[in-house]
Structures are given as structure tokens and as C-alpha cells.
């Protein structure tokens, strides 16, 4: 079952059909039994047409959040681009360490959704996206779901030095979420398959993937640290760290197509601009 909000609200999707939610989104994101009234909250309504909606990024009210260094290509990418100001071993500590790296991301109005435009920040000279598995977080820290997210970042700025990590993150269109959400109370099989390719005057110039078995920190685990002594009244997003990184080549230009899917949600498509 899939969640979409649309510029005329909420549609659920099931079987292949899809159905208006009288519900807002922030009404829905702190229900924790969201999955059971997901089931029986389109029967009896009028059917919509899936391939009409106008489909906007599935937030509401909620922060977005990030987890860092959770896949060991990460780390590498990171030791690699802060190596020369020494703090390549800081990395390599938050891997193997009990504690996760996490971090603030954006807030609502920073979040654009599926074919929206994400930002490369304009005192950056090495940009790329970061593909991945985003949790969908209840009030009380559950998991309700899963979506697509794509974690743009600036690696040189974050290399430079790391405490300049939410400069290097955290900017206007640095975050994209979409395009739905995939209810289920059930963890994703770690043989799920995260995909990224990258687009340049209809040219694929980079295309990686990886599954959730390379990712060493466990979801709840991640969910229950970002929990720890803190407050989220309307629920929150968690983007769960990225096991592809494009090589030190590489960086986004203006007009980019990054196209992110994840088996089972569906594809994330962004331009940058």
C-alpha cells in the first residue's frame, strides 16, 4: 500500500487503485496504527486516476533528518574527501563506533518532490546526490513507512572541514523526497535494491547501485537514537545514509536528470536547476 500527497490531498494506493483521503497528511503521519487505517480508509471511494496526480513531496509539518557514515562506501568517500585536513579518522570513529552520525537536514519548506528541482549551492564546486532509503517516523517512533530520498551534498564544503557539514547539507532545494510512501509496520528485505542514475543531455554519466545489505546500521536502531531525548509532535523523516557515492570526477551541473529507485517504492526523479 502507497501514500501520495497531491495538490488536492491525500490518495492512498492499493491494488492498483487509488483512492482520495479526506485526511490531511500531518492528521495521517501521527497515527500510529496509520497501515490498519490506511486498509479500510479508501473503501467505498471514488476511484482515481493514478496517472492524473499531481503529485507534490509527502510532508507536512515534519523535520527531516539524516544519518551519516552507515554504509562502508561512505565512509571511504568521506575519509578520502577530508583526508588532507585531517579529519578523514572522525569518519572512520563514527562507523565503527555504537553511537550513529545524525544530523539535522531541512525543514518542510526546503523538501521539493518527485520532478521538482533540487539546488547545488552556488559557493560549491563539487556537488552530488546521495540516494536513500528514508523512514517515515510516528510521534511515538514507529516506523509507518518507507520513501525515497536524495541527500544533496556539498563534498567539498564538508571536506574543507567537518564541522562545516550543515553548510555543506543543509540549504534551500537541498532535500527531495517522493514519490510516495510505501506503508508497511514490516522491515524492507535486506536484499532490497537502492538505484541511481544520473542524467546529462539525455546521457546516462553515472548509474551505481547497492542493496540494504551493505548498510550496517539497523533502522530501528537509527530511529531510536534520533528519539533519544527529543521531541517530534508531528512525526519526522529519517534518511538512512547512502552506500553510493559518484567518483571524485565527478559533480552535478545545471539541468542534471537524477533518477533514484528503490525496489518496491517506486523512482524518485529530480532535475537540478
Known amino acids: ?32 496504527d496509520l497501515e490498519h487505517y490506511l486498509n479500510t480508509a479508501g473503501n467505498g471511494g471514488k476511484r482515481m486516476d493514478g496517472d492524473a496526480l499531481a503529485l507534490i513531496a509527502p510532508i507536512g509539518t515534519q523535520e527531516v533528518w539524516a544519518a551519516g557514515v552507515t554504509y562502508l562506501r561512505s565512509r571511504a568517500a568521506r575519509m578520502e574527501e577530508a583526508k588532507s585536513t585531517g579529519g578523514g579518522d572522525f569518519y572512520d570513529r563514527v562507523y565503527n563506533a555504537e553511537r550513529p552520525e545524525l544530523f539535522f537536514k531541512a525543514t518542510p519548506n526546503r523538501v521539493v518532490g518527485h520532478q521538482g528541482k533540487v539546488a547545488i549551492r552556488k559557493d ?8 536513500e532509503l528514508t523512514l517515515m517516523i510516528s510521534p511515538g517512533g514507529k516506523i509507518l513507512g518507507y520513501t525515497i530520498g536524495n541527500d544533496m551534498s556539498s563534498r567539498d564544503i564538508e571536506g574543507e572541514n567537518p564541522l562545516y557539514l550543515p553548510q555543506a547539507k543543509v540549504y534551500h532545494r537541498s532535500s527531495a523526497l517522493g514519490p510516495c510512501v510505501l506503508i508497511s509496520s514490516d522491515p524492507l528485505p535486506s536484499s532490497t535494491k537502492i538505484q541511481i542514475d544520473i542524467l546529462r543531455s539525455s546521457q546516462n554519466v553515472f548509474s551505481d ?11 530501528v536502531e537509527l530511529v531510536e537514537y534520533l528519539y533519544r ?34 525496489g518496491g517504492i517506486g523512482t524518485l526523479t529530480n532535475f537540478v536547476g
Open 209 to 219: 547501485s547497492t542493496t540494504l545489505a551493505s548498510m550496517k546500521r539497523n533502522p
Open 1 to 32: 500500500m502507497k501514500l501520495y500527497l497531491t495538490k488536492s490531498g491525500c490518495v492512498v494506493e492499493k491494488d492498483l487503485n487509488f483512492y482520495p483521503i479526506s485526511d490531511s497528511w500531518d492528521q495521517l503521519a501521527v497515527r500510529e
Open 124 to 131: 560549491a564546486k563539487w556537488s552530488v546526490p546521495e540516494p
Open 229 to 262: 531525548d527529543n521531541n517530534f509532535p508531528s512525526g519526522a523523516f529519517l534518511l538512512t545514509g547512502t552506500g553510493i557515492v559518484p567518483p571524485d570526477s565527478f559533480t552535478l551541473n545545471p539541468g542534471d536528470e537524477i533518477r533514484i529507485t528503490i
